[in-house]
Every structure is written in C-alpha cells, then in structure tokens.
C-alpha cells in the first residue's frame, strides 16, 4: 500500500549526493490545503553561533514546471521559490 500524503503533514530527508556546495541539504514534501509543496532546506549558522534551517517551499506544480524547463534548456542554476540559490540572502 502506497503512503498517502494527509492533509497538514510532510517529511524531509538529508540529501546523500549534493550535487553542489550550494544545493540544498534537505528535501521533500508536505501537503496544505490539498495542494502538494516541494520544501528544501540548508543548514545554517546565525551571526551568534545558533543552528537552523533555512528553508525554501514551492508548489510541486510550479517545481515540475521548472524542472522540465532546465531539461530542454540543458541544465542550467536551480532555482527554490522563484529564486536563484544566489538569491537567497544567507
């Protein structure tokens, strides 16, 4: 029986390849409102010493839709959230 995503709930996991310094170290999904989201997220480091994650949420509509499109275009940067990792001010 295949897992089925409820409503209000998803799941990260570590990300074992990073194909680059700046990709992210986490990945997955969740669910809001019947509508699926793609979710990524960098560790990270305050100014003070703290531990977080920086996280980044997309629709997984709109995350499909660029994923095709750095295909036929050979590649290319990713993007989370509309934004280019070069973005994202941290």
């Known amino acids: 029986m295949a897992y089925e995503m409820k409503d209000g709930s998803g799941s990260m996991f570590l990300e074992t390849q990073k194909k680059s310094d700046k990709a992210p170290d986490f990945s997955g999904k969740f669910k809001m409102s019947g509508t699926e989201f793609r979710i990524v997220g960098w560790r990270r480091e305050s100014k003070t010493g703290k531990d977080y994650i920086s ?18 275009n ?10 280019s990792n070069d973005d994202i001010p941290f």
Request: hydrophobic share 15%; proline share 0%.
């Open 74 to 83: 050979g590649g290319g940067q990713r993007s989370y959230g509309g934004r």
């Open 55 to 72: 996280l980044a949420v997309e629709e997984m509509d709109e995350h499909r839709r660029r994923s095709e499109q750095r295909r036929s």
